[in-house]
């Protein structure tokens, strides 16, 4: 079992940065696979990006490449989104998820944190 919770979010100008962390219990964490998601209001959870169970590879959504880093610190238990030049349209709640699976698909995860709120202002 792997128990996950968000931190960092918040109310930050459009251009600003955040930086979310997700700390999980358990000491299969460092076995999982990590990936963060985000869901706006009337829409469905999306991709945001994902990082392996080594750090070694990472992969994001093309929404957000470029602007928006997934690292982790296997011996802390956390991984960690930090997001700049951030946009009005980033705004959702932010969760992160742990599975056996390298991808950015939400069913491929075992475990979900409750999410934090981003918001981003014009």
């Known amino acids: 079992q792997v128990q996950l919770v968000e931190s960092g979010g918040g109310l930050v100008q459009a251009g600003g940065s955040l930086r979310l962390s997700c700390a999980a219990s358990g000491r299969t964490f460092s076995n999982n696979n990590m990936g963060w998601f985000r869901q706006a209001p009337g829409k469905e959870r999306e991709f945001v990006a994902t990082i392996s169970w080594s750090g070694g590879g990472t992969y994001y959504a093309a929404s957000v490449r470029g602007r928006f880093t997934i690292s982790r610190d296997n011996a802390k238990n956390t991984v960690y989104l930090q997001m700049n030049s951030l946009k009005p349209e980033d705004t959702a709640v932010y969760y992160c998820?742990?599975?056996?699976?390298?991808?950015?698909?939400?069913?491929?995860?075992?475990?979900w944190g409750q999410g934090t709120q981003v918001t981003v202002s014009r």
């Open positions: 998820a742990a599975g056996p699976i390298f991808s950015g698909v939400p069913s491929a995860y075992d475990y």
